[in-house]
């Protein structure tokens, strides 16, 4: 079936220098596609979101990159910071029969380092 | 600030024993969604409600699992009877109708 996953289970990164955190995803119908980030013992907490009809979106200190023709999402972070470190989820939606239906991929581990 | 709030934080039973989650989501929220997830994996959606009417429940054990939203609020989740597999992660999230969605807390359950 149709799925989300990540190509790295966990990344060890520098105070201060960028992250990226892949994920590839298989359903080319997806409307739009969330980033998560999960602190250990807490709920997922919303970072950015891409529509498909994009290829590109930032906030701040955050952009996502979304390459429809490899089927690949990235999130890049600017000047990561200890409290970056968490695990992040990227999630795929499809609107369909009025509602949304979300797909978790697997999650990256970020750990950074003082 | 607005959050979905869930209860209990930790539930510890024993197997063939029934559990509840409880979770009360924004105020004004339509949508609500219960999750589970296993450690080390991403959340896995068990049931959406839409106000109070089940629109995705395909995921859901229905053998031991059941749900409910009567009012179209706050919203309970029960297994019964619990088995070793379930110890997970019970996440509820809820959404305005848009796309982002919000989470609450979790309920971390082990079965012994």
């Known amino acids: 079936g149709e799925s989300v996953g990540l190509h790295l289970p966990t990344l060890s990164v520098q105070e201060g220098d960028n992250s990226i955190i892949n994920c590839a995803y298989s359903?080319?119908?997806?409307?739009?596609f969330i980033w998560y980030k999960q602190e250990s013992g807490k709920g997922p907490q919303f970072i950015i979101d891409i529509r498909s009809n994009m290829d590109k979106r930032q906030g701040q200190r955050v952009t996502v990159l979304l390459n429809k023709t490899v089927k690949h999402l990235s999130l890049q972070i600017a000047a990561t910071q200890p409290g970056d470190s968490a695990v992040y989820f990227c999630a795929e939606i499809l609107r369909s029969g009025g509602y949304q239906k979300v797909t978790f991929g697997t999650g990256t581990k970020l750990q950074v380092i003082p | 600030e607005a959050e979905v709030a869930q209860s209990p934080r930790y539930k510890i039973t024993e197997k063939s024993q029934a559990v509840a989650f409880w979770c009360d989501p924004i105020s004004g929220h339509a949508t609500l969604y219960w999750y589970r997830q296993i450690l080390g994996q991403g959340p896995e959606l068990l049931v959406q409600?839409?106000?109070?009417?089940?629109?995705?429940d395909s995921q859901l054990p229905k053998d031991r699992f059941s749900a409910e939203r009567l009012k179209g609020v706050d919203s309970t989740l029960k297994i019964q009877p619990a088995e070793l597999g379930d110890s997970a992660m019970y996440l509820c999230?809820?959404?305005?109708?848009?796309?982002?969605?919000?989470f609450g807390p979790g309920t971390r359950l082990t079965v012994l």
């Open positions: 409600f839409q106000d109070e009417s089940v629109v995705d």
């Open positions: 359903n080319s119908a997806s409307d739009y």
């Open positions: 999230a809820s959404s305005l109708g848009g796309d982002e969605q919000f």
